[in-house]
């Protein structure tokens, strides 16, 4: 038995791998290491009897939509195949074939061909047994088929209990020469036909264990055979059942293994839209799988860099376009980080954290020349509309209200800010966003009136702020006026200055020597709001934005 080294996935393949699979960033190869491992032992464990040696095993690898299965899968695959026999097969590109068997089977001799030093071929003969006998009949679909009366077939093939011979000479139930001649052929066709595929799959099961003993002896080959199914509960529901009971019944050949790839609680749904709401198909699938093996959901900020167009938020796309956003950063990993914080504070689905970088993208792509936006209120504001759109009506047309008592008793109004902060979770409101800043690209001194000036000494680089403190200070300053908002600390000292004088009065008098965090970086982004132009966003513009790109849903890689 060849020992399984740790498969290293951090960089793009290269040959002798066939397929190309970009650098691995959710950080799967650890897993599959693991589960190889795992898997060998299970299908062909040397270390016990001969007899013994050889087992079938199937595994369901349990992953939510999004967390990268396919990839997981195909380059876990494309590891194995340099020392053990492997077929991958994706059930939803054959989906539109009504035979799970013939998908399996014709899988199998394809892809086992290329890898075999011997004839992997089946009789037709065996093969062409596997056609559906009567799908309407076994499914009960219809009362009559070519004048054929079904009940009259069931009830000359089928008995519903045992009973003893006494009663059955008392029984007043149809004997044979009561049904019409073209049900009695039929059942005798049907008979015929069951015996003779039960005859196929003992031909076939000899086939494959044949198989399983010639790569046994193959030089280059170690057992066992690795069989991947992809995509299954993306099926149609029929196909989806029919295919797990091929595998559970006629490919359940010692030496096989089986790794069936799902999204289990979708396909759970599935097997209930056939069988009922009230199915437990999470007992039915049981049946199938000797174990399962569930990825844990990826982190939001990798997951999102392997599935988003990061080059919206590059500075020179943003340069060639002639358009701003906020938070300006030095890369795209870091813009999509900022969102990410904003996506997991709100506890959104990997899907739907898709969706909204995509609608993001598609608001940046589409903005006029000159224009801007600040990416983050856009992602708190699709998180609200994603999570519960009657607030996110009353945030944007400014009918937002909620009372509460204090610990007196006593009725008070919660302000948006607090209210916002009370739904996310206390780690999360310690995660921080990062501002890329370059002060001196702003002003090389700052007003202080009466024709006095301070230098800037601000230094260029990353200036953070925690989510709450964002929510409190840029995003309530869009759609209300709280009493932690930008717009109160910048209020004037006279009626004569300017807004802009009192954002460069607070920031000539801050101490650049503390950290570029928390108040400072609050002071640079009420500057840059009233400086660049942002404070003219208005909640009107965010609801364009938002309503706009909504109904754009993300569907899938192709």
């Known amino acids: 038995m060849k020992e399984i080294k740790e498969f290293n996935w951090s960089k793009a393949t290269t040959p002798p791998l066939e397929e190309y699979f970009p650098a691995d960033k959710l950080d799967r190869a650890r897993y599959a290491t693991f589960l190889s491992r795992l898997l060998v032992q299970e299908g062909f464990d040397e270390t016990i009897p001969y007899e013994d040696q050889k087992k079938n095993y199937v595994l369901n690898l349990n992953a939510e939509w999004g967390a990268g299965k396919t990839y997981f899968l195909k380059r876990w695959s494309q590891e194995l195949i340099i020392n053990y026999p492997v077929v991958y097969i994706d059930a939803w590109q054959q989906d539109y074939s009504d035979d799970p068997f ?225 938070p300006r950063t030095e890369n795209p990993e870091t813009a999509l980080a900022n969102i990410s914080v904003v996506l997991d504070a709100f506890q959104v689905s990997a899907r739907t954290a898709i969706q909204i970088t995509e609608r993001i993208t598609a608001i940046i792509a589409n903005l006029p020349s000159g224009k801007k936006v600040d990416v983050l209120v856009l992602a708190v504001l699709f998180c609200i509309y994603e999570k519960d759109h009657s607030l996110y009506e009353e945030i944007i047309t400014g009918r937002f209200k909620r009372d509460g008592k204090n610990h007196k008793g006593e009725v008070r109004n919660i302000s948006l800010n607090n209210f916002l902060k009370q739904s996310i979770q206390g780690v999360q409101q310690l995660a921080e966003i990062k501002y890329f800043i370059e002060p001196l690209s702003y002003t090389n001194s700052f007003y202080l009136g009466q024709m006095t000036s301070r230098n800037n000494n601000f230094a260029t680089g990353n200036y953070s702020i925690k989510l709450t403190e964002f929510i409190d200070s840029i995003f309530c300053r869009v759609f209300n006026n709280t009493t932690n908002s930008v717009a109160l600390m910048v209020s004037s000292s006279s009626e004569n200055e300017t807004a802009l004088h009192s954002a460069e009065q607070n920031l000539a008098n801050a101490d650049v020597r503390k950290p570029r965090v928390g108040n400072i970086t609050i002071l640079w982004l009420s500057y840059i709001y009233i400086k660049d132009g942002y404070e003219e966003i208005t909640k009107e513009h965010y609801r364009d934005f938002i309503e706009l790109s909504s109904p754009l849903d993300y569907m899938g890689d192709s």
Request: aromatic share 8%; with cysteine.
């Open 102 to 326: 013939l998908t399996v089977i014709a899988g199998i001799i394809k892809q086992l061909q290329l890898q075999a030093k011997f004839n992997i071929k089946i009789p037709k003969s065996a093969v062409s047994m596997f056609k559906a006998v009567a799908p309407a009949i076994a499914q009960g679909l219809t009362k009559k088929i070519s004048g054929i009366d079904l009940d009259e077939l069931h009830t000359l093939l089928f008995s519903d209990d045992e009973i003893d011979s006494e009663q059955k000479q008392s029984s007043n139930k149809p004997t044979g020469s009561d049904f019409s001649p073209a049900v009695k052929a039929l059942a005798q066709n049907l008979i015929k036909d069951h015996e003779a595929k039960n005859k196929s799959i003992e031909v076939i099961k000899s086939k494959l264990a044949d198989w399983v003993s010639k790569f046994e002896e193959q030089e280059g080959k170690s057992l066992p055979i690795f069989i991947f199914i992809d995509e299954l509960d993306r099926c149609r529901p029929s196909y989806a059942v029919e295919m797990l009971e091929t595998i559970k019944h006629i490919f359940d050949v010692k030496g096989i293994v089986f790794v069936v790839a799902t999204d289990t609680e979708q396909l759970q749904h599935t097997i209930k839209s056939i069988y009922g709401e009230g199915f437990d198909a999470k007992v039915y699938l049981g049946r199938f799988f000797n174990s399962r093996y569930s990825l844990k959901r990826p982190v939001l900020k990798d997951f999102l860099l392997v599935h988003s167009d990061t080059t919206k938020f590059e500075t020179a796309y943003l340069e060639s376009k002639d358009i701003e956003i906020l």
